[in-house]
């Protein structure tokens, strides 16, 4: 059985102290969907930004000076260091303050936190990655590293719905990837428009369970399921992994709750004898089914 931990592979801590912020710099802002930008960061201090190192899944806590800080995931992959990239939606006093800043504004990063996703464990096998909405983000990075590492892994699916077109985030890197013949990439929106501005969609229409139809040959006895969603999601995704053969182990899933301190000691994000933060975010079907509330 897949067994989490917090050492699979080297995650750098910033700070002696958890609790302190280093000084980043916004390097870039763009816009992705609807009030989701993609940020991009570098530490001011330029020996920490190379020799700074995380998992993919894991986040930061992220402080907009003199206002207060939010866990955010990070998007970017630890194969290409130098720039850590999140993409951020505008959803509380932090992230609209951080809104308002703009490149070459300094905020704080505190972090890595969390288990991430085991890519090392996962070698040799291939990866059914599942993307529903903004389950994207924190994919995004498990994604990139694999395709950096492609050598790594047998088959790398990505399956990413959402409800329109509009609401693919990076949309036109994921375009890219589908012409690669080293990747099967399949997007799927529920429907194919939303407003006059929306590029024309020629991609299939439907849920992403649609795309599991698909799935048939794949050895899920050497493969690994990773989803990312919506709670509502998870309930019908979960099933089809399950009956495509999938055991409860070998299904990862990134999940989501109000995070404070980040290292487990607030008791904010604990669920049962779970605490998102340290023993998560990323957990095994196995650990949801004895904590159903989880999702």
């Known amino acids: ?35 989701n930008y993609l940020f991009r960061f570098r530490f001011e201090d330029a020996q920490l930004n190379q020799r700074f190192q995380y998992r993919p899944g894991q986040f930061m806590e992220l402080s907009v000076i003199g206002v207060g800080e939010s866990p955010i ?20 006093r932090v992230t609209n303050a951080l809104y308002r800043l703009k490149p070459n504004d300094l905020i704080g990063l505190r972090g890595p936190f969390g288990n991430g996703f085991p890519m090392k464990k996962m070698n040799g096998n291939s990866l059914l990655i599942v993307a529903g909405g903004l389950g994207m983000v924190p994919l995004r990075s498990a994604l990139l590293y694999a395709l950096d590492n492609r050598q790594d892994y047998q088959r790398i699916i990505l ?22 013949s080293d990747v099967e990439c399949r997007l799927i929106v529920e429907k194919s428009a939303l407003s006059k501005d929306t590029p024309e969609w020629h991609g299939r229409t439907g849920l992403v369970t649609d795309l599991f139809d698909d799935l048939q040959d794949l050895d899920v006895q050497k493969s690994y399921a990773l989803v990312v969603g919506p ?12 009956d495509l053969g999938f055991s409860k182990d070998r299904i990862l899933m990134s999940l989501e709750r109000r ?37």
């Open 73 to 92: 995931s990070i998007s970017s992959t630890p194969s290409r260091p130098g720039v850590i990239e999140m993409c951020i939606r505008r959803a509380g």
């Open 259 to 295: 995070m404070e301190c980040g290292i487990g000691k607030c008791g904010h994000c604990e669920i049962g004898n779970k605490k998102v933060c340290t023993d998560g975010p990323v957990f095994t079907y196995w650990d949801v089914m004895n904590l159903p509330e989880m999702i």
């Open 159 to 180: 399956m990413y719905g959402t409800r329109y077109p509009d609401y693919l985030l990076f949309r036109s890197e994921l375009e890219a990837l589908a012409l690669r």
């Open 1 to 35: 059985m897949l067994r989490l931990n917090n050492h699979e592979q080297k995650s750098y801590t910033l700070s002696e102290n958890p609790y302190k912020p280093e000084l980043a710099r916004i390097i870039s802002v763009d816009p992705m969907v609807e009030d």
């Open 231 to 242: 709670p509502i999601f998870y309930r019908f995704v979960l099933s089809k992994c399950l």
